[in-house]
Each structure stands twice: as structure tokens, then as C-alpha cells.
């Protein structure tokens, strides 16, 4: 079957680096996104990787390893804005999204 | 402002009722989804639809059905409401296979 692991909950300090984990078996693997959703709101794209590697983009930066089946989201200089939950989705042969369940972000001060 | 527009915003319903979620973009984008969220789970594809005309079944469909008349618009009907169907309603857009998904506000649907 197709499915998504991440962590349910995840607390970090404010100006800390915290590293949301995923990992995934998919019928077929076209890419792997991350969304964010602060409560009450809509998911919001945050990065795509298909390939290995790191991509950076700002205080954020996704991880891809393909042959692990495994992603991680890193948040750097954490602001109390970044409190929210973070949702990681691969994209199957069918270029069908397969959904986390989502890792909800608490930042303290 | 460009985007995704969902009604209503919530709505309360009762059991056995008929109610239909509008959606409608100004993306001009060809694909449209329909999700449900629910605590704990993640987002579960309901209907979706690669291009005016068309709309395929996604993960949870029973007790759904959707139109495609035109680019812009992509109702879901509700044909007779069941309290398993109280849930946090997304519709979504994307203008190619694998672009990122550009989601409505929602609709908050509650069957009592």
C-alpha cells in the first residue's frame, strides 16, 4: 500500500533549528512536497524535490533521498510565526498526492 | 486577487439533506480537486478533475459527486448528507501534473 509517515508533534525554542522528518512508500515516486497550515487556514506550498539533495530556500531547506524513501523539512532561526502544522504529500506513478498526516509545530519562547 | 473562492465558509446541515460546495478559480488552471480533512488524518482526495469535461474518483468518493462545466467552476454535491461526512472541505487547483497545489479557505461542514 501507499503511505506517509511524520511526526504527530514537535515543540523547538524560538531562534532554534528544528528538523520535520517524512517518509514514504509510494506505487511509483514523482516528487515530494511540503505544505504549510497555520490553524484555521489553507496548506501553503513550501518546496518540491524530485531529485537528491538539499534545496534551500530562505530559513527553509528540503532534504530528498530517494532510495531511503525519506525527506526532512528544516526550519532555521525559528520565529513564533512558523508555529503551525507542516504537511508532506508524495506524488505517485499516477501523479496522484499521497498526504501525511501532518507534524504539528509548537514554538516557545 | 487571483486565487481560489470556496462557499460557504461553514455551514451547519442536517442528515438526509442535499447541499452543494462551490468552488470556483481565476487561475485559468486545468486541474481541480476536491479534499477532506479530518483530525488526524491526512488530506483525502475526494473527486478531481484534470480538465473541464472531465472528473475522476479519488480516494473517498461515496456520497459525492461533482460536475466540470466549464475551467473555472467545480461544484461537489452532497446528495444526501450522513454525519461521517462532517469534515473541513478543501478544493484545490494546479495548472500542471506535479505543480503545487493552490488551496480555497475551506468549508466547514458539520451534519448533525
Known amino acids: 500500500g501507499q503511505n506517509i509517515d511524520q511526526p504527530t508533534e514537535m515543540t523547538a525554542t524560538e531562534g532554534a533549528i528544528v528538523q520535520i522528518n517524512c517518509t514514504y512508500q509510494?506505487?511509483?515516486?514523482?516528487?515530494l512536497f511540503w505544505y504549510q497550515q497555520h490553524a484555521g487556514e489553507a496548506p501553503t506550498f513550501l518546496s518540491y524535490n524530485v531529485l537528491d539533495g538539499l534545496e534551500e530556500k530562505g530559513r527553509f531547506s528540503s532534504f530528498l533521498s530517494r532510495s531511503k524513501g525519506y525527506s526532512y523539512l528544516l526550519l532555521k532561526e525559528l520565529q513564533m510565526k512558523d508555529s503551525a502544522s507542516y504537511l508532506c504529500a508524495a506524488s505517485d506513478s499516477n501523479y496522484q498526492l499521497i498526504w501525511g498526516a501532518g507534524t504539528k509545530l509548537i514554538i516557545k519562547p | 486577487i487571483a486565487g481560489i473562492t470556496q462557499a460557504p465558509t461553514s455551514q451547519i446541515l442536517a442528515a438526509g439533506r442535499r447541499m452543494t460546495l462551490r468552488c470556483t478559480q481565476d487561475m485559468r488552471h486545468n486541474a481541480m480537486y476536491w479534499y477532506r480533512q479530518d483530525l488526524g488524518l491526512g488530506l483525502r482526495l475526494i473527486h478531481y478533475s484534470n480538465t473541464a469535461g472531465t472528473t475522476g474518483k479519488g480516494e473517498v468518493p461515496d456520497g459525492y459527486s461533482v460536475s466540470r462545466a466549464n475551467t473555472d467552476d467545480f461544484p461537489l454535491t452532497l446528495a444526501s448528507a450522513v454525519p461521517s461526512q462532517t469534515s473541513v472541505y478543501f478544493c484545490?487547483?494546479?495548472?500542471?501534473?506535479?505543480?503545487?497545489?493552490?488551496f480555497g479557505n475551506g468549508t466547514r461542514l458539520t451534519v448533525t
Open positions: 484545490a487547483s494546479s495548472d500542471a501534473d506535479n505543480s503545487p497545489l493552490h
Open positions: 509510494t506505487s511509483g515516486f514523482n516528487g
